[in-house]
């Protein structure tokens, strides 16, 4: 209520609401946008989904396992051997594997980072050398050395009624900014054993690296860190690096 110049009082007009329908449509669109952005650039830099199409990494990744891969390995946290890495195709390693037809809804959720439709564009393998690293299969007990150093395994599957998996014999050392990778199910693993023929050739360059996974998220039953085992690799030295 105000009074004016002649004393007398009268009372305020009620101001109309702004807004209305028109503006919480508005905000609205702009959260969603906003949500979307955040999902785009935590997806480029920080953190990708994936799912396991492949038994290759069992029994620590089961087929249709969902995980969590960090983006920021290896540029700016570096790789460990033992850690889980998911990595594009080097040239040839998915040659022969049916190509699996993305819908244009499963395109757009993979390309803003709310989906993983594109998993099977891309491997998943345990590191077992980083560059330098003299890598060898197998010794008496059919266990690999590395650097010399034997190394006890215990996340790799072996067959019912088999000590080791099937020895697959090599000798390799570890060229520069590259790694030697491993499926811990050796016995069905396509991985740097059986690709030295291919066009990529058997190491994956840390250019090709999407990140480490280190969370399995769904099935909830699976919730669980993933290990790189560092007792594992614990005893073995770092090598000198050759450029090639």
Request: aromatic residues 8%; charged residues 20%; hydrophobic residues 40%.
């Amino acid at each position: 209520m105000t009074v004016n110049l002649l004393g007398s009082r009268k009372r305020d007009k009620p101001r109309p609401k702004k807004g209305g329908p028109l503006r919480f449509v508005r905000d609205l669109v702009i959260i969603v946008i906003a949500a979307l952005l955040i999902s785009f650039l935590i997806k480029s830099f920080l953190f990708r989904s994936f799912y396991i199409p492949s038994g290759s990494m069992e029994n620590t990744l089961q087929i249709n396992d969902r995980i969590i891969v960090n983006e920021l390995v290896p540029n700016v946290v570096p790789l460990e051997r033992g850690d889980v890495v998911v990595f594009k195709d080097p040239g040839g390693w998915l040659e022969g594997t049916p190509v699996v037809e993305q819908s244009p809804l499963d395109a757009a959720l993979t390309f803003i980072g709310l989906g993983a439709g594109d998993s099977n564009d891309h491997l998943i393998k345990r590191v077992i050398g980083l560059p330098g690293d003299h890598v060898v299969c197998c010794n008496a007990n059919g266990q690999l050395t590395v650097n010399g150093v034997t190394l006890a395994e215990p996340y790799v599957k072996v067959a019912s009624g088999a000590k080791v998996p099937t020895v697959v014999p090599f000798d390799i050392t570890v060229p520069a900014k590259s790694l030697w990778v491993m499926g811990d199910n050796r016995d069905n693993s396509r991985d740097s054993r059986y690709n030295t023929d291919s066009s990529g050739g058997p190491y994956v360059p840390y250019s090709d690296v999407v990140g480490r996974a280190f969370v399995i998220t769904f099935p909830v039953n699976r919730w669980t860190w993933l290990d790189n085992y560092p007792s594992v690799f614990g005893d073995v030295k770092d090598a000198k690096v050759v450029s090639k």
